[in-house]
T-cell receptor, first 112, second 114 residues
Framework: EAGVAQSPRYKIIEKRQSVAFWCNPI?????LYWYQQILGQGPKLLIQ????????DSQLPKDRFSAERLKGVDSTLKIQPAKLEDSAVYLC??????????FGPGTRLTVL | AQSVAQPEDQVNVAEGNPLTVKCTYS??????LFWYVQYPNRGLQFLLK??????LVKGSYGFEAEFNKSQTSFHLKKPSALVSDSALYFC????????????FGTGTRLTVIP
């Protein structure tokens, strides 16, 4: 079974630029999550989708972050404009409803 | 509100010795607890979970964890450490509101010394 796919794996941008990350979950997994993991910290949930609907986006900085999951499969997370403090690893995870989450390899973002 | 504490940033253990990585939690209602491991430049890998039932949970790669309700702990253990176990370990508790969100601890770096 293929795992959660994410791209790109690494991205370096300058502050105030925009960036987008892509995630393809495990086939059949209804729930998709985006986490932000800052160096030295545990992952923090940004947004959760169930199929193509948002379940929880309470921790998403909506003035600069946006996410969508069209057709209930893959998802895109966007940051516009980026700030220095957005430097982190962005993890995507998926799960069948109510079960443990499976994580992708992450995208390491560096904002200069 | 739910939270997880991992009191040790770093744990060092000699190869072949038993290892313990500590975790305590705070949650209203019944806890759903998880351990994940993260290797360099890799995503988190699921190790084991406690939902209900036996307090000793067995997981992947020979790891196990003991749920202790009175001490609100869920320590990760392995009888004999391998050098390849060296990684970053995260304890997590699931949101009980039905959203299935995970709240992670800050992680413990385990180093197994040959």
């Amino acid at each position: 079974e293929a795992g959660v796919a994410q791209s790109p794996r690494y991205k370096i941008i300058e502050k105030r630029q925009s960036v987008a990350f892509w995630c393809n979950p495990i086939s059949g997994h209804a729930t998709l999550y985006w986490y932000q993991q800052i160096l030295g910290q545990g992952p923090k949930l940004l947004i959760q989708f169930q199929n193509n609907g948002v379940v929880d986006d309470s921790q998403l900085p909506k003035d600069r972050f946006s996410a969508e999951r069209l057709k209930g499969v893959d998802s895109t997370l966007k940051i516009q404009p980026a700030k220095l403090e957005d430097s982190a690893v962005y993890l995507c995870a998926s799960s069948p409803v109510g079960f443990e989450q499976f994580f992708g390899p992450g995208t390491r973002l560096t904002v200069l | 509100a739910q939270s997880v504490a991992q009191p040790e940033d770093q744990v060092n253990v000699a190869e072949g010795n038993p290892l313990t990585v500590k975790c305590t939690y705070s949650v209203s209602g019944n806890p759903y607890l998880f351990w994940y491991v993260q290797y360099p430049n890799r995503g988190l890998q699921f190790l084991l979970k406690y939902i209900t039932g036996d307090n000793l949970v067995k997981g992947s790669y020979g790891f196990e964890a003991e749920f202790n309700k009175s001490q609100t702990s869920f320590h990760l253990k392995k009888p004999s450490a391998l050098v390849s176990d060296s990684a970053l370990y995260f304890c997590a508790v699931r949101d009980n509101t039905g959203a299935n969100n995970l709240f992670f601890g800050t992680g413990t770096r385990l180093t197994v010394i040959p």
